[in-house]
């Protein structure tokens, strides 16, 4: 996938934005920040690194720590909390299909939540 696509399949996703918060560095890159509309966090980072396209990811924990144990190309979080961030190389080993799967859990993750008085979960 490029750039673009990976934008766009965020873009994708309800409420969904692009930022671009950071100052470009020296190669003229920058990391376009993916976040919800109605809480402005951060969902994906996607950005260039040693000469490939990387997107940071949040996951659950465990999750995390499997899919770093079944792909190469997936790695602890570049410049995030470790345990709840993971890092993919976009192209690697990591089927692509995976990889929108990855954007979609990352998405639910930190999406908004609903109104205490409206979850179906609240006492």
Not at 54 to 77: D, F, T
Not at 84 to 93: A, E, M, Q
Not at 100 to 111: G, P, Q, R, Y
């Amino acid at each position: 996938m490029t750039r673009r696509e990976l934008i766009e399949y965020c873009m994708s996703k309800p409420g969904a934005y692009e930022d671009y918060p950071f100052d470009k560095l020296n190669d003229g890159t920058s990391w376009t920040v993916m976040r919800h509309s109605g809480n402005r966090k951060t969902f994906a980072l996607i950005f260039e690194r040693q000469g490939g396209l990387w997107i940071n990811l949040k996951c659950e924990p465990m999750l995390a720590e499997l899919l770093r144990s079944a792909y190469q190309s997936v790695l602890p979080g570049y410049h995030m909390n470790k345990a709840h961030w993971n890092s993919v190389i976009v192209g690697g080993d990591l089927p692509e299909e995976r990889l929108l799967e990855m954007i979609d859990h990352s998405f639910e993750l930190t999406k908004p939540k609903a109104p205490r008085r409206i979850r179906p979960d609240a006492p």
